[in-house]
């Protein structure tokens, strides 16, 4: 992804690993405190998806991911702009397990286990084409 988004463009990564999803619980703010989410965050100006979706994996869950293709995009529930979601990868599988540098709790889901947690509004439309996802 090589083009600029528009301002307020949040991405976030369903980093796939051995059949299963990686879910991040939320610690901050108070009100989301608790929720579940996809790692990623804001696009900085400058950025391109595929940059952000990388350093903001780096700096919240401390691994290298490979993004590889869009999953869909809803209306940010929280401010302007909206969220869209990539697949990925870890770049090195063998270079360390992530870890909750920025959440209470990671995870990892199968298919079946999506449900299982309170996902955030805007992650929780992902669902579908999550679960798609790890059916390939």
């Known amino acids: 992804m ?9 991405v976030a990564a369903a980093i796939v690993h051995g059949g299963e999803v990686l879910a991040a619980q939320r610690s901050a703010p108070p009100e989301l405190a608790g929720m579940w989410e996809f790692p990623g965050g804001k696009v900085e100006p400058g950025e391109t998806e595929f940059e952000a979706l990388i350093r903001e994996c780096q700096e919240e869950v401390g691994v290298t991911i ?3 293709r869009f999953l869909g995009e809803v209306p940010n529930p929280y401010g ?6 990539w697949s990925a990868v870890l770049s090195d599988p063998d270079g360390g397990s992530p870890v909750a540098l920025e959440h209470l709790e990671l995870r990892w889901l199968s ?3 999506l449900s299982s947690v309170d996902w955030l509004p805007g992650n929780r439309q992902f669902e579908a084409a999550v679960r798609l996802l790890l059916s390939e």
């Not at 090589?2 to 949040?10: C, D, I, L, Q, Y």
């Not at 302007?80 to 979601?85: A, D, H, K, N, P």
């Open 2 to 10: 090589t083009g600029k988004p528009p301002a307020g463009t949040v």
């Open 66 to 68: 490979a993004p590889d």
């Open 80 to 85: 302007s702009g909206s969220v869209r979601l």
């Open 111 to 113: 298919a079946e286990e």
